[in-house]
Nanobody, 122 residues
Framework: QVQLVESGGGLVQAGGSLRLSCAAS????????MGWYRQAAGTERELVAG???????NYADSVKGRFTISRDNAKNTVYLQMNSLKPEDTAFYSC????????????????WGKGTLVTVSS
């Protein structure tokens, strides 16, 4: 089993920044990829950013150039640095991990954190 604990959400004004953290523990050797998903009210859950164990990254088009995903292997932690935040980034953000590839909507991911709310005011 793998446990994921997120932190770093909150309220920020448009144009501001936040950094989300996802600390992993347990059988992390089994994990191939970790990512951040988000779901806003009335929308489907979507993959925001992902990173594999060999460092490959991918981003949703809507966040490219503004968000950066990174990992600290010594701390077993994945970060999502979010800059130039927009009101449309307001959502519930969840960290997920999988033994295989990340999926666009999170279906099939093996492990989930409890999530954290990000609110961007205009």
């Amino acid at each position: 089993q793998v446990q994921l604990v997120e932190s770093g959400g909150g309220l920020v004004q448009a144009g501001g920044s936040l950094r989300l953290s996802c600390a992993a523990s347990g059988s992390i050797f089994s994990i191939n990829a970790m990512g951040w998903y988000r779901q806003a009210a009335g929308t489907e859950r979507e993959l925001v950013a992902g990173i594999t164990t060999d460092g490959k990254r991918n981003y949703a088009d809507s966040v490219k150039g503004r968000f950066t995903i990174s990992r600290d292997n010594a701390k077993n932690t994945v970060y999502l640095q979010m800059n130039s935040l927009k009101p449309e980034d307001t959502a519930f953000y969840s960290c997920a991990a999988g033994v295989s590839a990340l999926t666009p909507d999170g279906v099939g991911m093996d492990y989930w954190g409890k999530g954290t709310l990000v609110t961007v005011s205009s």
